[in-house]
């Protein structure tokens, strides 16, 4: 009897191990926003043109509807990254392209998600924001229009220090006809679609220059996933 029992106790403890190996792992996800100073939606004649003329700034951010980076609680806070590079962002001829960086902050935020947010946006930007030279704190608001990015309507404001404002792409965008996706996002996305960039301003300090760019193909609206680390 004794012995059953025993057996017993073994199958469903490897059964648990084998279930708990199934689940997914825990992750933090959200809504996404990016404009440049080039467009991104765009035709080889445009591109060609712009590249490495424009394109060098852009402002992207996250809003965080739920989840924990490094066991501390984001939900319902964003961060906002802000980047000046040597050539055009995503130019296939210049794979090395140096960049600044400015990183600002939802005030929300306590001390220490303040702390998760950058570790966050360190993360999610790669090796653009290898160099952050500023941190700024203000009140970040992110706003889907009609609660779906399918709408391409959207609007990001970082304190005075920066704005994203986007619509849907038209036929009336369409200028040459065979336009695509030329640059990707400049990070990872679950989900991503081009926009249209009516507002794209940064006043801040820290990259030596701030830019009001307007009425462009230049932006994205998208959602994120990935795994809580």
Not at 105 to 122: G, M, W
Not at 207 to 218: A, D
Request: with cysteine; charged share 15%.
């Amino acid at each position: 009897m004794l012995k059953v029992l025993f057996t017993a106790a073994v199958v469903l403890a490897v059964a648990s191990v084998s279930f708990a190996a199934t689940l997914p792992a825990s992750s933090i996800h959200g809504n996404y926003i990016e404009a440049r100073t080039a467009d991104v939606y765009t035709g080889p004649c445009f591109a060609n043109g712009e590249a490495d003329q424009v394109g060098t700034e852009a402002v992207f951010g996250w809003k965080i509807d739920n989840g924990d980076w490094h066991g501390v609680k984001l939900a319902g806070l964003s961060v906002v990254a802000v980047i000046r590079s040597a050539h055009t962002l995503g130019l296939s001829s210049e794979p090395v392209n140096p960049a600044k960086a400015v990183l600002i902050v939802d005030s929300r935020a306590d001390a220490e998600q303040r702390l998760a947010l950058q570790s966050f946006a360190r993360h999610m930007g790669g090796d653009l924001l290898a160099s952050v030279v500023k941190v700024d704190y203000v009140p970040i608001e992110l706003t889907i229009q009609g609660g779906n990015i399918h709408g391409g309507g959207a609007r990001l404001t970082a304190g005075s220090l920066a704005e994203i404002q986007t619509r849907a792409m038209t036929a009336a965008d369409h200028i040459c006809g065979n336009e695509e996706v030329w640059y990707p996002p400049l990070t990872k996305t679950e989900h991503v679609m081009p926009a249209y960039a009516l507002e794209n301003t940064f006043t801040g300090d820290g990259l030596g220059e701030t830019w009001h760019n307007r009425f462009k193909r230049s932006g994205f609206l998208g959602t994120f996933q990935v795994a809580s680390e």
